[in-house]
């Protein structure tokens, strides 16, 4: 399986350092804001899934969503709405000692499930990460509130810290390509569902034209 996945939040949230994390291991410390799309994959359930990451800049995507909440026209074809229409998932990041951060991927969550569904896609899979974990001492955002956040928005929901584990953002990205799989799975299946009923309903008729010989 391949897939999509789009890695937003506002500044300095820890985006790239959550990917690099995932990619190699490891927490540099200090990243720029380069715009990157990166490759990785792992084995679930004896099946290779390869997913690309893009981890993208916040300011510009700031710009895109004050257009479109002005009803701009020219924002149909945003470079937003194609990063959605790109995306099979999101990971969006806020960290536990910014509010704003937060408030932002409140914010976010009903942009990409409004984008997707004008783009005809109903499910979306969405991960809400809590970044900074091991900055508890100045936390401002309980576990609670990203929690509900993520339960009324149907979106996954986990809180790590880049700077100190790589399990818990492995945990995050593997559970966000999971729900995508499914995602994916359930989209193709229902096609088969559909012939099944087609195919059971010409049976019907076709015995029905043979009992009437
Ligand atoms: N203590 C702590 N610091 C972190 C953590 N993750 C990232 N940081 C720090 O937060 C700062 C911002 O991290 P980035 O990964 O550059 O954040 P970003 O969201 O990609 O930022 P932009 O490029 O501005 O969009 C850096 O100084 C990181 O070292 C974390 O889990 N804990």
Known sequence: MEANVVVLGTDSVGKSALTVRLLTRRFIGEYGDIESIYSHSFIADGREISFSIWDSPYSEMLRELKCRTSQDPSAETSPFQKKVRWADGFLLVYSICDRASFNAVGKLVQSIKSTKELLGDEKVPIAIVGNKRD????????????????????????????????????????????????AKLATTKRPLRLRGIVKSMSAVFARRRTDSL
């Not at 790590?160 to 995508?180: D, K, P, Q």
């Open 135 to 182: 900055l508890h001492h100045r936390r401002t955002v309980p576990s609670e509130e990203g929690r509900l956040l993520a339960l009324d928005a149907d979106c996954l929901f986990y809180e790590v810290s880049a700077a100190e584990n790589y399990h818990s953002v492995l945990t995050a990205f593997h559970g966000l390509v999971e729900r995508m799989r499914d």
